[in-house]
């Protein structure tokens, strides 16, 4: 199946740093979502969006879905020790009723 | 408290067992999920169901067999059929057909010895 490019894998930071991660696709998606994941839990979802351009925050995260409608990112603003987790992003085309998912960031945040 | 619920959260089987895997939610969602999730990848789909007593397969359901016979209840069975059954299940539930926010469950993880 189709999977989606997500950048960094992996992030070493220290607490109070702001983060940038982004997923993107050869493919146009008519919503992209990003999710928390703790270690052996299920994924929470941070952030919806629906628009081609659209900025939502929800605290100290920010996403925005891209104006080709091919990709989009995630902020993280003053990083904190609870951000620790793996953030996945995932996309839906038109007309499919299937999610499609990136392989995820596991973010290190270092007190 | 609405949600959805796994059971159990760790499992164990012998090679050549079947195992039903739990997963329930009173969201009053339609459509319900299972992904299948390794290490260091990301959630790959094995079924889903839009609706009661329909299901579809998703990218990696041979081995896998699931039933829909309440809106409520969306079990999984991982059959010996499975060649690598090892990994960390999740269950998931969006509003409508094709709904796009899902929601997932704890998960449940199965070893395979």
């Known amino acids: ?60 995260l920010t996403a925005q879905f891209g104006i080709t409608r091919k990709d ?4 993280i603003s003053a990083s904190i020790p609870s951000d620790v987790g793996i953030y996945f992003c995932a996309g839906q085309q038109g007309g499919s009723e299937k999610l ?12 | 408290d609405g ?14 067992q079947n195992v039903t895997l739990s997963c329930e939610q009173n969201l009053n969602h339609d459509a319900m999920y299972w992904y299948r999730q390794d290490p260091g990848q990301g959630l790959r789909l094995i ?22 016979e309440k ?9 010996s059929a499975q060649k690598n059954p090892t990994a960390f299940y999740l269950c998931a539930s969006s509003i409508s057909q094709g709904g796009n926010e899902q929601f997932f469950g704890p ?7």
């Open chain 2, 71 to 79: 809106k409520e209840s969306f079990p999984l069975t991982v059959t």
């Open chain 2, 47 to 68: 079924y889903y169901s839009q609706i009661v007593n329909d299901f579809q397969k998703g990218d990696i359901a041979e081995g896998y067999s699931v039933s829909r």
């Open chain 1, 72 to 75: 989009s990112f995630l902020n």
């Open chain 1, 100 to 111: 499609v998912f990136g392989k995820g960031t596991k973010l290190t945040v270092n007190p």
């Open chain 2, 3 to 16: 949600g959805i619920t796994q059971s159990p959260k760790y499992l164990f089987r012998k090679e050549g």
């Open chain 1, 1 to 60: 199946g189709q999977q989606l490019n997500q950048s960094p894998q992996s992030m070493f930071i220290q607490e109070g740093e702001d983060v940038s991660m982004n997923c993107t696709s050869s493919s146009i998606f008519n919503t992209w979502l990003w999710y928390k994941q703790d270690p052996g839990e299920g994924p929470v979802l941070l952030i919806a969006l629906y628009k081609a351009g659209e900025l939502t925050s929800n605290g100290r």
């Open chain 2, 107 to 113: 998960g449940t993880r199965l070893t395979v010895l």
